[in-house]
């Protein structure tokens, strides 16, 4: 499934990577982790001629590769995610999934979701992937209270998180996983002055690390994932 990466996109992988830690030792991490296969290249790439400076919504190469990773150990059946964009988080985790497992994609944009759309298709992921388009915090309400979601991923809006993290950890069975992306803001999530979604996310990570319903843990992968396993 994987495929050689050419230069450019390991330097994207590089680029990414290198926010936490020195440039040399991230590319030596990305170099000794498994790369995306040729269709999510591809998704990549034509992300970036689309979308120019939005293509850096997309997830890190290395955070699809852990979202396989963590929905195939993780055995889930039914995952969530918020924030769907052009489908390469969305490809990561149906992925995982078994042929019989279920996505809920949840976005507002019907453009971006296109592209999403026909990549599904592509990878033969369009019977496990179903497309929820509205704002997510409806999405979510909508969806039966009882606990039945394995699996979920947050990466849409920042000042939704609380909503999308409480909605989702209602629905979500004891022992499920939730990942939630950009939790390091770049590396300003310590800079007292800094601005934009910086104090929401010092917010929702001050929540997180309260809440005595979950074990969690802030992976500086990328511009931060935070793991929370509902207890
Ligand atoms: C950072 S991007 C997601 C990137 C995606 N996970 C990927 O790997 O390509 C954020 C997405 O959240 C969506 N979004 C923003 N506000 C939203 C809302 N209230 N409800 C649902 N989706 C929303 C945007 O349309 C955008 O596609």
């Known amino acids: 499934m994987s495929a050689q990466l050419s230069g450019s996109q390991l330097r994207v992988i590089t680029m990414k990577a290198a926010e936490f830690i020195a440039p040399a030792v991230a590319e030596y991490a990305a170099a000794h982790t498994t790369p995306p296969d040729a269709l999510l290249a591809e998704l990549a ?14 997830i890190a190469p290395e955070q ?14 039914l995952a969530v995610e918020v924030g769907t ?9 149906a992925r995982g999934l078994p042929a019989d497992g279920r996505l809920i994609a949840c976005d507002v944009s019907e453009e971006w979701t296109d592209v999403a759309r026909r990549y599904w298709a592509k990878a033969g992921l369009g019977g496990r ?3 929820r388009l509205g704002p997510a915090a409806d999405t979510l309400r909508a969806m039966p209270p009882d606990e039945h979601v394995d ?5 849409a809006d920042k000042a939704g998180y609380p909503v999308y993290y409480e909605e989702v950890l209602t629905r979500l069975r004891p022992g499920g996983l939730i990942a939630v992306d950009n939790t390091l ?12 979604n910086v104090p929401v996310m010092r917010e929702f990570n001050d929540l997180v690390a ?7 843990v802030l992976l ?3 511009d931060g994932l935070t793991l929370v396993r509902k207890n």
């Open 45 to 58: 790439e034509e992300t970036r001629r689309l979308m120019g400076d939005r293509s850096t919504m997309q």
């Open 64 to 77: 699809g590769t852990l979202l396989t990773l963590l929905v195939q150990i993780s055995g889930a059946r």
């Open 85 to 93: 964009f052009t489908g390469y988080s969305s490809i990561c985790i």
């Open 129 to 131: 992937v179903e497309l």
């Open 151 to 155: 699996f979920a991923f947050i990466d």
């Open 185 to 196: 803001q770049h590396g300003a999530i310590t800079d007292p002055a800094a601005g934009g």
């Open 210 to 216: 309260r809440d005595d319903r979950v074990t969690s």
């Open 220 to 222: 500086p992968v990328a």
